[in-house]
């Protein structure tokens, strides 16, 4: 899956390289994949490959007044004064946009370096609050969680913002499970946002929660049209309320591919929809954002052309409206697509965009593969977490060994420990490690290498 910020990653060559890609879609073309889906004349998308590394853990960028904000080591960064500069470490930094190009590079707060993903921060349409991801605290020791703070926000004339307000934890933050992604409507009226609480839908699902009399609801689950029994996150909502998310449990292209759904009443969202295979690739498109100020214009973020943990970032231009889909989406064909390569130079084999087709040999689960035969499931005690990873090592709980069982999640190495297929034994070793050196140890429940959250699991 992606991570905390998930969520995420970069490195470049030195030779400096730009490459265009026009990608036009017609009407004719476009109608053999969704006809129904896109009921405008065409819709057409530009996707242009943008020359900016970020930095681990942040996956893509946001939007800022005239500008962005993104994640660096300020030893890249152009900015060679300033308090955190000398040794180099993860600062936010913000650039004004002119031409499709980033000027000038300062640090996105004036006092503070601000090492939060640019891909988990959100501000109202005014640009007065912002709302972001942050790790506990207590983070791998007594708290495992990721949570959501807000803020009060302004820009001095010298293009760097102060927050005016320390940041205030959102109310339903727990220890017990995180809360990631923050996307909060133009009008700071109501929050989306990551989260896997108990109740869901499985792994990582979307919930909405409602600023009223000062104070922010109770959240409620985006419900199963939307959430799957897998992972949807990085979540945006635009000036009329209608969302975009990346998920890896709807059909689609490969591993996390971007949708819309449509706002059809208040915080009611129609059935998602696949934005097609220009932005969606055969593996991880994640990090869509629009601009505030002309919501033809946007960003998002791909590994199609990189391994590990690289993530690019790509400009997009959307053309044409979204319109409500009139029946089930069609089965998948392959579509013909003119693209345009302009201005290309000095480009590694690696980063050539092509056409890309739904592909059945990707690992991507389908929700309606059922076929396949149900793996054991098998309970672990979860006792640590960290940021980096600690490798392979042995734990001692009262006088036994436990080799330890490492696994990433939500932008953080877990570090679990036994192997039970025995609740009740899994919940022995629990207490035992909450009455030792583990005071908040709890059980998680594993399918194979995948996590499973449905909370039925855990029912004796």
Known sequence: MVNYSFIIFRTMTKKQWYLPLLISISLGVFSSFCNSLFASDSLKIEVTFFELRIHYPSTGVQFYKDGIIYLLDSKITRESKGEYVPFGSISMYYSPLKDNKLEKQIYFLRKDPFPYPADAVSFTSDYSKIFFTHESRFRGYRDNSIRLYEANISMLKNGKSDLTKKPSELPFNSKMYSCVQP???????????????????????????????????????????????????????????????????????????????????????????????KLNSAKDDVAFVLSRIDETQGFFASDRNVSGKQYQVFRVKMYGDIRLPGQDQPTEKESKTEIVEEGTKDIPETTVITQKTPDNTEDKPKIEETEKPVQEIIFRVQFKASPKSLGSFNVVVNGQQYKTYEYFYKGAYRYTMGEFTNLDEANKLNQECRKKDYPEAFVVAFRGSERVLDPQVFKK
């Open 183 to 277: 996307a909060v409507s133009p009008d700071g009226k109501f929050l989306i946002f990551a989260s896997d609480m108990p109740g869901g839908q499985g792994g990582l699902d979307l919930y909405y929660s409602i600023f009223e009399d000062g104070n922010w609801e109770d959240p409620i689950n985006l419900g199963k049209d939307i959430n799957s029994t897998l992972d949807e996150s990085f979540s945006f909502i635009d000036k009329n309320g209608n969302l975009y998310f990346s998920s890896n449990g709807h059909d689609g292209y490969g591993k996390h591919d971007i949708y819309f759904a449509r706002l059809i009443k208040a915080y009611s969202w129609d059935k998602p929809i696949n934005l097609g295979p």
